[in-house]
């Protein structure tokens, strides 16, 4: 069972609509939690890295959250644009030995 | 900048075939790494180096040889292909690598391996 589960696997929304990407981890120790967009033939582009202590960070219309505890992240587009289809992947690092592990990501399509 | 440059973009094998995908980067990162990107599967770890002559396996290492003898080249061997080798290879690089995590990651555009 992968260690990082992103959900769900593909999403579709109207420009201009909010969504909300989910990523539960059992990486332990935890050490930071990431996300990535990779638009199609490209490579992945960090969004956020957050660690144990931070709880909400934001980038532009992205805004991550991090609950350390329940070990779930989201990541909420507001105002979605058609330039926001992409995958969107979550990689939660432990502090041993570049552990770092990868979802298999969410495929978010925003249609006009 | 460049930042990091993979080549090439597209390669079809047969299998047995050797080959070697490059990877560069101009940002004088200590940490390169290769990862290969599968359908429904997360990107997976093949090798990674924290240092010119410094390397070390990742979670798929079987079948792939890297060398690190500058900070700017970390290139990934192929020594006989096989068609469970047929993916999406990304090279990616950090300026830090400190206590067993790394700082941002940089990745190249992908190589597209085939092998028949």
């Known amino acids: 069972k992968n260690q990082v589960e992103q959900s769900p696997q593909s999403l579709i929304i109207l420009e201009g609509k909010n969504c909300t990407l989910q990523?539960?981890?059992?990486?332990?120790?935890?050490?930071?939690l990431r996300w990535y967009k990779q638009d199609t033939g490209r490579g992945p582009v960090s969004l956020t890295i957050?660690?144990?202590?931070?709880n909400t960070k934001s980038n532009g219309r992205y805004t991550a959250t991090l609950d350390a505890d329940t070990k779930q992240s989201s990541l909420h587009i507001t105002a979605s644009q058609l330039s926001d289809s992409a995958s969107y992947i979550c990689v939660v690092s432990a502090f041993r030995n570049n552990d770092m592990r990868f979802g298999a990501g969410t495929r978010l399509t925003v249609k006009p | 900048n460049a930042g990091v440059t993979q080549t090439p973009k597209f390669q079809v094998l047969k299998t047995g075939q050797s080959m070697t995908l490059q990877c560069a980067q101009d940002?004088?990162?200590?940490?390169m790494s290769w990862y290969r990107q599968d359908p429904g599967m997360g990107l997976r770890l093949i090798h990674y180096?924290?240092?010119?002559?410094?390397?070390d396996q990742g979670e798929v290492p079987n079948g792939y040889n890297v060398s690190r003898s500058t900070t700017e080249d970390f290139p990934l061997r192929l020594l006989s292909a096989a068609p469970s080798q047929t993916s999406v290879y990304f090279c990616?690089?950090?300026?830090?690598?400190?206590?067993?995590?790394?700082?941002?990651?940089?990745f190249g555009e992908g190589s597209r391996l085939t092998v028949l």
């Open positions: 940002m004088n990162h200590e940490y």
């Open positions: 990616a690089s950090s300026y830090s690598w400190t206590s067993g995590t790394t700082g941002e990651l940089f």
């Open positions: 957050m660690t144990f202590s931070e």
């Open positions: 990523c539960n981890y059992t990486v332990s120790p935890f050490s930071n």
């Open positions: 180096s924290v240092g010119a002559g410094i390397t």
